[in-house]
């Protein structure tokens, strides 16, 4: 409600300072905060700032145009946590999506005992999405640009929580955005916007093997047969769907269709071997009631994937109480990856998501 206080995740982009102003506007007493990741090492082993000096002096800035309170937190030893995971995840043979776990850890888990320390009652973010009450709950929604929109990255947020959430873009454009901070004159208004993940300084190799050598095995890269027609020196270098640097040449267009950590084998194929029919997802997440019997949906399978109708079916918990969702897509998709997130839509509402544990390959 306007009024009261908010902790506003400031990146020293136009999208969070954006939301600063806006909060601001909206009558809310906005406390900026930059999250600083502490240091990672480079690919020569030096120092290499996760987040850059640069962006906390415009975070700063931005605050100071807008007369509202700053401050740097030092989440060096999450970033670390967060970090260790992601090297360890390649080192298993799957692409892990680090921006999902620290919105959910961080942003919208730490963010919010600091909130609760400076007596704020929300955390607002930058993020292109949603949180309204409807329907008697707080529903966690597609922002309104469907080319921006990123609630794929919130999924894990848990919904118990989405009541502190305060998403002041989500209605708007990036045009939108932009527009409203060179009219208030926020310096960062033509800032470039940043794709990268952001302790990853230069490849997902390079930062493996300075910090986790262990993991960077050679071996074969194999064709559907099982024999080996190349070499590689890590299969943290790899991804499914990859096409470029695979290290073969021969004749067509190849494509990293399966990576097995257990012999540190690199699987590659033609375009239709890397079509799955459907996916197993675990440690699922529901922001609706959970389904008892087969529902549609659509299912976005990575951040710039159109979600792709298909049918969810709830799967017996294990014994450590981790639920499975098994998913059958109307027509193979291309890329099904395990370590990315599956995020359940319906129209523009998140019904939940979990995590990709396998594909299921057309030929299955």
Request: glycine fraction near 10%; proline fraction near 7%.
């Amino acid at each position: 409600m306007a009024g009261e206080k908010v902790i506003v995740a400031m990146s020293g982009g136009v999208d969070s300072s954006v939301a600063a102003a806006l909060l601001k506007e909206q009558g809310y007493r906005p406390v900026g905060v930059f999250m600083c990741a502490g240091l990672a090492k480079s690919a020569a082993g030096g120092p290499k700032r996760c987040c850059s000096p640069e962006d906390s002096a415009d975070a700063r800035q931005v605050a100071a145009r807008l007369g509202i309170p700053f401050s740097v937190l030092n989440f060096a030893e999450d970033f670390e946590r967060l970090i260790n995971h992601f090297c360890e995840e390649y080192g298993r043979g799957r692409t892990p999506n680090p921006c999902i776990l620290c919105n959910r850890d961080l942003k919208f888990g730490r963010l919010l005992e600091y909130a609760d320390a400076l007596g704020a009652a929300y955390v607002a973010t930058g993020h292109y999405a949603r949180v309204e009450w409807e329907a008697g709950k707080w529903r966690l929604k597609r922002g309104r640009d469907r080319a921006k929109d990123q609630s794929y990255f919130l999924f894990a947020v848990p919904p118990e929580r989405l009541h502190r959430v305060r998403l002041p873009v989500g209605e708007l454009t990036k045009a939108d955005v932009r527009r409203m901070a060179r009219e208030r004159g926020l310096p960062v208004h033509d800032k470039k916007e940043s794709q990268e993940v952001c302790f990853v300084p230069g490849t997902v190799g390079d930062l493996v093997r300075a910090r986790r050598p262990d993991l960077m095995r050679p071996g074969p890269v194999l064709d559907l047969a099982g024999r080996e027609i190349g070499r590689h020196e890590g299969i943290v270098n790899f991804t499914i769907g990859q096409r470029r640097g695979l290290g073969v040449a021969l004749g067509r267009p190849m494509y990293v269709v399966g990576i097995r950590a257990s012999d540190a084998a690199v699987i590659v194929g033609p375009p239709e071997a890397a079509l799955s029919t459907g996916l197993a997802a675990d440690r699922t997440v529901w922001h609706e009631p959970v389904p008892r019997e087969p529902v549609r949906v659509e299912v976005q399978i990575r951040y710039r994937h159109a979600a792709a109708p298909a049918w969810i079916k709830r799967l017996n918990p294990g014994p450590d109480d981790n639920e499975f969702v098994d998913v059958r897509f109307d027509q193979p998709q291309p890329a099904v990856t395990p370590g990315q997130a599956a995020v359940f839509y319906r129209e523009d509402r998140v019904l939940g998501g979990g995590w990709i544990a396998s594909a299921v390959p057309c030929s299955a």
